[in-house]
């Protein structure tokens, strides 16, 4: 088989394939070994044990896929180099190798921001639990004092102490790493786009490639919503986790009014109502809610990152025959390249 085309302008668009395309993909990979990690106790010791597991897994396997994916993106300008060997050219596969062009930069803080100038803001991410957690402990505190029953309370609230900081560099890490891999994608098509003019489509290992890029596409589409699907699983625990913390600061703040006007009244000389009976009965009721309050926030984790649980069961069983039905790919599973093969 005689390949027909421009060996020069293959051999550019596999360099290119290496330079801004793969570049991106390893950030991405880079960012998923380390920023997007979480502290299993990001969210307090009471829901670590729902959100530890079902979190790294999702994540190790999102790493995973993208590491794969980065080979793919290796195999193809290999492929490329060979097609190029193939036409005539001098350059052979084992002299290309990945180039480090100069990207953006992207140094992901754990206050959530981004220090790469205007992209920090639609990169920061900005979580702000603790200022609900330390306000409604501070309520809690005040109503133990008056009424030693809600002590109770503030033992039960300190078990979902939230890692702002830790919460808000994943999230934003996640960001950061779909917005790589977006970038990915784009600057492989301007890569590509020579082929045209060096290969021709008539040309039956031009043809061959056009075959093997279909699932390549499917998979890298697939890898790109990955990083999304956990950035915004971890996103709307702290939505929900934020909610029930103002739902419940409400009803605290209410019982303490109520305790503070028992406690009034208890001191005016000559009413007898049953104050201090009554600022006991508040603060047993107080320190069930608040236990009710944190079991709640529990299942909001154990809720939302269960449903990371089926990212990594996809990994092993991406079947490429079943377009649609998978969450990440497996890029081990792309047809062997015979693009050069006689």
Not at 55 to 60: C, G, I, K, P, T
Request: proline residues 6%; glycine residues 10%; negative net charge.
């Amino acid at each position: 088989m005689t390949i027909k085309g421009d060996p020069d302008v293959i051999i550019k668009v596999a360099k290119g394939v290496l330079a801004e395309p793969y570049a991106y993909v390893e950030r991405a990979k880079s960012t998923m070994d380390g920023p997007c990690q979480l502290p299993s106790m990001a969210f307090g010791i009471a829901p670590s044990i729902a959100l530890s597991g079902p979190y790294e897994d999702a994540r190790a396997a999102v790493a995973k896929a993208t590491g794969d994916g980065g080979e793919a993106f290796k195999s193809m300008a290999i492929g490329f180099a060979n097609v190029a060997h193939a036409m005539g050219g001098a350059d052979q596969a084992s002299t290309i190798g990945p180039s480090k062009p100069q990207l953006p930069k992207t140094d992901i803080r754990s206050d959530g921001s981004d220090s790469a100038g205007g992209e920090a803001v639609a990169l920061g991410v900005e979580v702000s639990l603790m200022i609900e957690w330390v306000a409604t402990g501070g309520v809690l505190t005040t109503c133990g004092i008056l009424a030693p029953a809600a002590i109770g309370a503030i033992v039960a609230w300190a078990l979902v102490e939230p890692d702002d900081a830790s919460l808000s560099q994943a999230i934003s890490a996640w960001m950061s790493a779909s917005s790589d891999l977006d970038s990915a994608s784009r600057y492989l098509d301007l890569a590509l786009s020579p082929l045209d003019d060096g290969w021709p489509g008539e040309d039956t290992s031009r043809q061959d490639f056009d075959k093997w890029k279909i699932p390549f596409d499917k998979d890298f589409d697939d890898l790109k919503e990955a990083p999304g699907t956990v950035g915004d699983a971890l996103g709307g625990a702290v939505e929900a986790v934020n909610e029930v913390q103002t739902d419940f600061f409400i009803l605290a703040a209410g019982t303490l009014a109520a305790i503070l006007v028992l406690t009034a009244l208890d001191a005016v000389p000559f009413v007898n109502i049953g104050a201090e009976t009554a600022k006991e009965i508040l603060g047993v009721t107080l320190s069930i809610e608040t236990g009710s309050t944190v079991v709640i926030i529990a299942g909001i984790c154990k809720d939302l990152f269960d449903a990371l649980k089926g990212l990594p069961a996809t990994a092993g069983s991406f079947e490429m025959s079943k377009p649609g039905q998978q969450k990440l790919p497996d890029f081990k599973e792309l047809p062997a390249i015979t693009w050069t093969h006689e």
